[in-house]
């Protein structure tokens, strides 16, 4: 077959053998071959063959030799048809023929073809034929396989075909391709159905327009054919994929009747019987994530939660349970309106999982893991009511309710910081014993996760619970417990080891590493990833003491983010499987760890690192362009790392990998990369790296790239917001959220020098803080603007008019969501544009209304350090007379603590300055002491910077002997009383 003679010879035995096996044999190799030796054949023996093709199509009397013949002539047409236009003849005869045969194999013909994008392209021409055509041959009734040739064709051709232009006549055939739906479903003919929902996929997803027809296909796809019981899986499935496309792609062409009529058929379909493991309730809730993942909101949310209500207490175990599922499969599209009401939320969840059933209570516990996931961290309120009675339910568990608790704590704790304390005795004792008891594998894996989740959140107020954990761990890693477990615990052990002090951790470094090393000297992808594991958080613990163990770590970790493993199965049944890429989750798992132990051995070790950094560079390439996204966000982080870690040597080490191999990379990911997590990995990386190098990271040059691309994002313009419907905001707030944090980090660091750069993409901010866009976008953009333009006073001075416009039109927009933003927004403008002391009194009206009224705790807050910032802006253009005496009534900040600096400024302020305030010296001794004092024992929340901070201490050391210093003192903790001393004497 490597011979080009082999065409020839297998074209005589095609053509001449009696036996039809033997001509179907030689029309596959044909198949593989033809195209390969074309070239060198003869320019009469092309023709020859060419002939003799079309003229075995005409006499071949078997029905599956033909078809093997077709698609072997289609192969070569594929390849030739600019120089083969006899074929098109030859299809057109046998199409408008008499004979049914000829009909079927000249569209069969076609169709194969038609899978060839060059085909395709040479077709344009000929639109009005292939509507002429195809517009008979769907209302062909003779044979059945003229009307599934034809919808193949017209599948391939909306597949294949590089312009929307081509596809138009496609548009004209719908009406003709629904009858022939329900023609099909009539006689049962469920095969026509699918091919003619592949046609309409297809279309879609190849951004065509069938607006006209939408309604009336949307209606059969979700009640004739996805609600029909009495169809297979695989048919119903079609038209639910197609609906699900059409969300995705085309969001906006669904009115709000179509998607009330889905609704009702998604949330019956969500009851039926679930018999196998892929079933309708998977398929329709697939679709209902699709759903409120790409439409607005304000449409999908109330309909939804309509239904849901109506079946959590409804008697039928099936409606319930479909109804709580629905709850955490809608959390992620709508978590910005079920945030809202999170409390009735996690309410119904917690009574869901005391019903009798177990299978409500798996559901309930799904549902909250998918919840505790996507509204953080506003669900984090809710701990004490969802803790408890997570672990209360796993006390009482088994199988698989188990195991779905199980994922709910592990979802739940993952960044639960704050309050987890409260919570850790129950947490560590229920998880521990778990891990200890007789459970199933996957439980025991899941409750291990969820330990690692427990430790990590902790952090170092783990301590109590340490022995207890590593003698639990020990154990399991020196017994003879299942492989899987093993290694799951040996990644928990990394996570105490980087939760613990050097002192606790000591005694387990030699035993536990040598374990990981033998880990790492297997074949098992998860026993390396878990050795990775342990040895990136050993690191954390270790610092530069991990030097014994870079050398070997590192070499493993370089060579298995250098690996290149593809698990291809090809299916030698069917000739037309293409083979299919079937990537082991375990691969991407190790990968992903030995990528996260590179970055942190180099943030620990870097001058270690330095002689690695060539062969590092080489890997980073070719990571940063891997197909899979979990890598690439990986690939940005451990980039991150390389250049915070080796920095630390010299920012002149590291130039050349940053500049080179890192920054080209999150440029282009920023406006080309499909995914929104690897796009908001990037800007991460690029904010913490400004904090720790500063200026040098980002010359320049360089800031106009960044701002360029930024602007991309804020253009909603970038590869991954092409999806989904934006224009009613409910794009990725997160996405928003990190491009502002990002531009406030440059500001921050840069100051003034960043003001040209600002003013390119500030008119950007004005598409999120209009009024016809949704309250979530307005506040997120107006707090950025405020806590950028701190920085910029350049900007607040020059634009000081129109900021103030935004501001004050928030306040009076009745939207309460806006107030806080936009009183802090307020409060900053006055601050830094001076211009603005002329409508103080203006802005007072409005602050008063504010101080004076029923408001939010964090709201008052707010309007005070506005007034605040008046007072010790323009003091001057406020009538304080008047004016301190209300602010002070306020006083102190109830809830908003990151105001608390701003107060001891005022404060110091009219100390400084000579004002009268002996009306108010009791309190504000009490403020600035329990200001300064805080901000030493709470630095994380109480954010007090040194200048404040060193003139709150001066204007305290005026008053150490007066009566109201020392009350205040008298009444303070030992330990606070030390640190005011301590204070007080620097």
Same mark, same amino acid.
């Given at each position: 077959?490597?011979?080009?003679?082999?065409?020839?010879?297998?074209?005589?035995?095609?053509? +001449?053998?009696?036996?039809?096996?033997?001509?179907?044999?030689?029309?596959?190799?044909?198949?593989?071959?033809?195209?390969?030796?074309?070239?060198?054949?003869?320019?009469?023996?092309?023709?020859?063959?060419?002939?003799?093709?079309?003229?075995?199509?005409?006499?071949?009397?078997?029905?599956?030799?033909r078809k093997n013949i077709a698609s072997l002539t289609a192969t070569l047409a594929s390849e030739i048809i600019n120089s083969w236009p006899e074929i098109l003849t030859f299809i057109s005869q046998c199409t408008e023929s008499d004979s049914v045969p000829a009909k079927e194999i000249g569209l069969y013909l076609l169709a194969e073809i038609m899978e060839s994008d060059s085909a395709c392209e040479f077709l344009k021409p000929h639109h009005q034929n292939l509507l002429d055509l195809f517009a008979k041959s769907l209302?062909?009734?003779?044979?059945?396989?003229?009307?599934?040739?034809?919808?193949?064709?017209?599948?391939?051709?909306?597949?294949?075909?590089?312009?929307?232009?081509?596809?138009?006549?496609?548009?004209?055939?719908?009406?003709?391709?629904?009858?022939?739906?329900?023609?099909?479903?009539?006689?049962?003919?469920?095969?026509?159905?699918?091919?003619?929902?592949?046609?309409?996929?297809?279309?879609?997803?190849?951004?065509?327009?069938?607006?006209?027809?939408?309604?009336?296909?949307?209606?059969?796809?979700?009640?004739?054919?996805?609600?029909?019981?009495?169809?297979?899986?695989?048919?119903?499935?079609?038209?639910?994929?197609?609906?699900?496309?059409?969300?995705?792609?085309?969001?906006?062409?669904?009115?709000?009747?179509?998607?009330?009529?889905?609704?009702?058929?998604?949330?019956?379909?969500?009851?039926?019987?679930?018999?196998?493991?892929?079933?309708?309730?998977?398929?329709? !809730?697939?679709?209902?994530?699709?759903?409120?993942?790409?439409?607005?909101?304000?449409?999908?949310?109330?309909?939804?939660?309509?239904?849901?209500?109506?079946?959590?207490?409804?008697?039928?175990?099936?409606?319930?349970?479909?109804?709580?599922?629905?709850?955490?499969?809608?959390?992620?599209?709508?978590?910005?309106?079920?945030?809202?009401?999170?409390?009735?939320?996690?309410?119904?969840?917690?009574?869901?999982?005391?019903?009798?059933?177990?299978?409500?209570?798996?559901?309930?516990?799904?549902?909250?893991?998918?919840?505790?996931?996507?509204?953080?961290?506003?669900?984090?309120?809710?701990?004490?009511?969802?803790?408890?009675?997570?672990?209360?339910?796993?006390?009482?568990?088994?199988?698989?309710?188990?195991?779905?608790?199980?994922?709910?704590?592990?979802?739940?704790?993952?960044?639960?910081?704050?309050?987890?304390?409260?919570? !850790?005795?129950?947490?560590?004792?229920?998880?521990?014993?778990?891990?200890?008891?007789?459970?199933?594998?996957?439980?025991?894996?899941?409750?291990?996760?969820?330990?690692?989740?427990?430790?990590?959140?902790?952090?170092?107020?783990?301590?109590?619970?340490?022995?207890?954990?590593?003698?639990?761990?020990?154990?399991?890693?020196?017994?003879?417990a299942d492989m899987t477990v093993k290694a799951s615990s040996l990644q928990s052990l990394g996570t105490l080891a980087s939760s613990s002090t050097l002192e606790q951790f000591n005694p387990y470094i030699q035993e536990s590493s040598n374990l990981a090393y033998s880990y790492l000297n297997t074949d098992n992808l998860e026993f390396r990833e878990a050795a990775f594991a342990f040895f990136y958080n050993l690191s954390n613990l270790l610092k530069e003491n991990t030097a014994p163990y870079f050398d070997t770590v590192?070499?493993?970790?370089?060579?298995?983010?250098?690996?290149?493993?593809?698990?291809?199965?090809?299916?030698?049944?069917?000739?037309?499987?293409?083979?299919?890429?079937?990537?082991?989750?375990?691969?991407?798992?190790?990968?992903?760890?030995?990528?996260?132990?590179?970055?942190?051995?180099?943030?620990?070790?870097?001058?270690?690192?330095?002689?690695?950094?060539?062969?590092?560079?080489?890997?980073?390439?070719?990571?940063?362009?891997?197909?899979?996204?979990?890598?690439?966000?990986?690939?940005?982080?451990?980039?991150?790392?390389?250049?915070?870690?080796?920095?630390?040597?010299?920012?002149?080490?590291?130039?050349?990998? &940053?500049?080179?191999?890192?920054?080209?990379?999150?440029?282009?990911?920023?406006?080309?990369?499909?995914?929104?997590?690897?796009?908001?990995?990037?800007?991460?990386?690029?904010?913490?790296?400004?904090?720790?190098?500063?200026?040098?990271?980002?010359?320049?040059?360089?800031?106009?790239?960044?701002?360029?691309?930024?602007?991309?994002?804020?253009?909603?313009?970038?590869?991954?917001?092409?999806?989904?419907?934006?224009?009613?905001?409910?794009?990725?707030?997160?996405?928003?959220?990190?491009?502002?944090?990002?531009?406030?980090?440059?500001?921050?660091? &840069?100051?003034?020098?960043?003001?040209?750069?600002?003013?390119?993409?500030?008119?950007?901010?004005?598409?999120?803080?209009h009024d016809k866009r949704n309250p979530r976008d307005r506040n997120l953009f107006t707090g950025a603007l405020a806590d950028i333009i701190q920085n910029l006073p350049y900007v607040a001075a020059k634009y000081s008019e129109d900021l103030s416009n935004l501001a004050l039109r928030n306040l009076q927009s009745g939207e309460e969501s806006l107030y806080r933003n936009s009183l802090y927004f307020l409060g900053v403008v006055c601050e830094f544009a001076p211009s603005l002391a002329g409508n103080y009194m203006q802005?007072?009206?409005?602050?008063?209304?504010?101080?004076?009224?029923?408001?939010?705790?964090?709201?008052?807050?707010?309007?005070?350090?506005?007034?605040?910032?008046?007072?010790?802006?323009?003091?001057? +253009?406020?009538?304080?007379?008047?004016?301190?005496?209300?602010?002070?009534?306020?006083?102190?900040?109830?809830?908003?603590?990151?105001?608390?600096?701003?107060?001891?400024?005022?404060?110091?302020? !009219?100390?400084?300055?000579?004002?009268?305030?002996?009306?108010?010296?009791?309190?504000?001794?009490?403020?600035?002491?329990?200001?300064?004092?805080?901000?030493?024992?709470?630095?994380?929340?109480?954010?007090?910077?040194?200048?404040?901070?060193?003139?709150?201490?001066?204007?305290?050391?005026?008053?150490?002997?007066?009566?109201?210093?020392?009350?205040?003192?008298?009444?303070?903790?030992?330990?606070?009383?030390?640190?005011?001393?301590?204070?007080?004497?620097?």
């Amino acid at each position: 077959l490597k011979l080009t003679q082999s065409v020839q010879d297998l074209m005589v035995q095609l053509t +001449s053998n009696s036996e039809a096996q033997i001509r179907q044999l030689a029309s596959v190799l044909l198949r593989k071959k033809i195209n390969k030796h074309w070239a060198s054949l003869s320019t009469d023996v092309q023709q020859q063959i060419k002939q003799a093709l079309v003229d075995q199509l005409t006499k071949e009397t078997e029905v599956l030799v033909r078809k093997n013949i077709a698609s072997l002539t289609a192969t070569l047409a594929s390849e030739i048809i600019n120089s083969w236009p006899e074929i098109l003849t030859f299809i057109s005869q046998c199409t408008e023929s008499d004979s049914v045969p000829a009909k079927e194999i000249g569209l069969y013909l076609l169709a194969e073809i038609m899978e060839s994008d060059s085909a395709c392209e040479f077709l344009k021409p000929h639109h009005q034929n292939l509507l002429d055509l195809f517009a008979k041959s769907l209302e062909d009734t003779s044979s059945r396989e003229i009307r599934r040739n034809a919808l193949k064709a017209l599948g391939n051709h909306a597949t294949n075909s590089e312009e929307e232009s081509s596809l138009h006549y496609i548009v004209q055939l719908i009406p003709k391709i629904l009858q022939v739906v329900e023609e099909a479903l009539s006689l049962n003919d469920e095969e026509l159905v699918v091919f003619s929902f592949e046609v309409f996929d297809s279309l879609i997803e190849s951004g065509i327009s069938m607006t006209p027809h939408l309604e009336l296909i949307v209606r059969m796809a979700i009640e004739k054919i996805g609600a029909n019981k009495a169809l297979a899986l695989g048919t119903r499935e079609c038209a639910m994929d197609f609906l699900e496309t059409l969300a995705e792609r085309s969001p906006k062409v669904m009115t709000s009747e179509s998607l009330s009529y889905l609704m009702q058929h998604i949330f019956s379909i969500a009851c039926e019987t679930e018999e196998e493991e892929s079933s309708p309730v998977d398929m329709a !809730l697939r679709l209902l994530d699709q759903i409120s993942l790409s439409l607005p909101n304000k449409a999908v949310y109330p309909l939804a939660m309509n239904y849901i209500n109506q079946m959590k207490s409804d008697p039928n175990t099936l409606v319930r349970k479909a109804g709580v599922l629905a709850i955490g499969v809608i959390a992620e599209g709508c978590a910005d309106y079920m945030k809202q009401e999170l409390g009735a939320v996690v309410e119904g969840l917690l009574q869901a999982l005391e019903d009798p059933q177990e299978v409500i209570k798996e559901s309930a516990s799904l549902s909250l893991g998918y919840c505790a996931e996507h509204l953080k961290p506003e669900i984090y309120e809710h701990h004490e009511k969802v803790v408890p009675k997570l672990i209360q339910v796993t006390q009482q568990g088994s199988g698989k309710v188990m195991e779905r608790v199980l994922y709910a704590l592990d979802t739940f704790c993952e960044s639960f910081d704050e309050d987890i304390e409260n919570h !850790l005795e129950s947490l560590v004792g229920t998880l521990l014993e778990v891990v200890v008891r007789d459970f199933e594998t996957k439980v025991k894996q899941v409750a291990l996760s969820a330990l690692a989740s427990v430790i990590t959140s902790a952090d170092k107020k783990i301590t109590p619970y340490f022995q207890k954990i590593v003698e639990v761990l020990g154990n399991i890693l020196n017994s003879q417990a299942d492989m899987t477990v093993k290694a799951s615990s040996l990644q928990s052990l990394g996570t105490l080891a980087s939760s613990s002090t050097l002192e606790q951790f000591n005694p387990y470094i030699q035993e536990s590493s040598n374990l990981a090393y033998s880990y790492l000297n297997t074949d098992n992808l998860e026993f390396r990833e878990a050795a990775f594991a342990f040895f990136y958080n050993l690191s954390n613990l270790l610092k530069e003491n991990t030097a014994p163990y870079f050398d070997t770590v590192f070499e493993q970790a370089l060579t298995s983010c250098e690996t290149a493993e593809m698990h291809v199965e090809d299916d030698l049944e069917d000739e037309e499987t293409q083979p299919t890429l079937k990537v082991r989750t375990a691969f991407l798992d190790e990968k992903t760890a030995a990528l996260h132990t590179v970055g942190n051995f180099c943030k620990a070790c870097p001058h270690q690192a330095l002689p690695y950094l060539e062969r590092i560079s080489k890997v980073m390439e070719y990571l940063f362009e891997y197909y899979h996204e979990n890598i690439r966000m990986q690939c940005v982080t451990t980039a991150s790392q390389i250049t915070e870690g080796i920095s630390k040597a010299g920012f002149g080490n590291i130039q050349q990998f &940053w500049f080179v191999n890192v920054v080209p990379h999150y440029l282009d990911m920023l406006t080309q990369d499909d995914s929104k997590e690897v796009v908001c990995r990037v800007l991460e990386s690029v904010e913490e790296l400004v904090k720790s190098i500063k200026k040098e990271l980002l010359p320049e040059n360089y800031m106009a790239q960044f701002i360029q691309a930024f602007k991309v994002l804020l253009e909603e313009d970038a590869e991954c917001q092409k999806e989904g419907d934006e224009t009613e905001g409910d794009h990725d707030e997160t996405l928003m959220g990190d491009v502002t944090d990002t531009l406030h980090a440059l500001a921050k660091e &840069w100051g003034e020098a960043m003001g040209p750069y600002f003013e390119e993409v500030m008119p950007l901010f004005a598409r999120f803080t209009h009024d016809k866009r949704n309250p979530r976008d307005r506040n997120l953009f107006t707090g950025a603007l405020a806590d950028i333009i701190q920085n910029l006073p350049y900007v607040a001075a020059k634009y000081s008019e129109d900021l103030s416009n935004l501001a004050l039109r928030n306040l009076q927009s009745g939207e309460e969501s806006l107030y806080r933003n936009s009183l802090y927004f307020l409060g900053v403008v006055c601050e830094f544009a001076p211009s603005l002391a002329g409508n103080y009194m203006q802005y007072l009206e409005l602050l008063n209304s504010f101080l004076t009224s029923q408001q939010e705790p964090e709201t008052v807050d707010n309007a005070v350090a506005a007034v605040c910032r008046m007072v010790y802006s323009n003091p001057q +253009s406020l009538p304080l007379d008047q004016v301190l005496p209300a602010l002070f009534e306020q006083l102190p900040i109830k809830a908003d603590i990151g105001e608390v600096q701003t107060v001891l400024k005022c404060v110091c302020f !009219l100390f400084e300055n000579g004002y009268d305030m002996s009306a108010y010296l009791q309190k504000s001794i009490k403020m600035l002491v329990e200001g300064v004092v805080m901000s030493v024992q709470d630095p994380e929340n109480f954010k007090v910077e040194e200048p404040v901070k060193t003139r709150t201490l001066n204007v305290l050391k005026g008053y150490t002997n007066d009566p109201h210093f020392q009350e205040v003192g008298s009444k303070m903790t030992p330990e606070a009383q030390q640190i005011l001393t301590q204070l007080l004497a620097n």
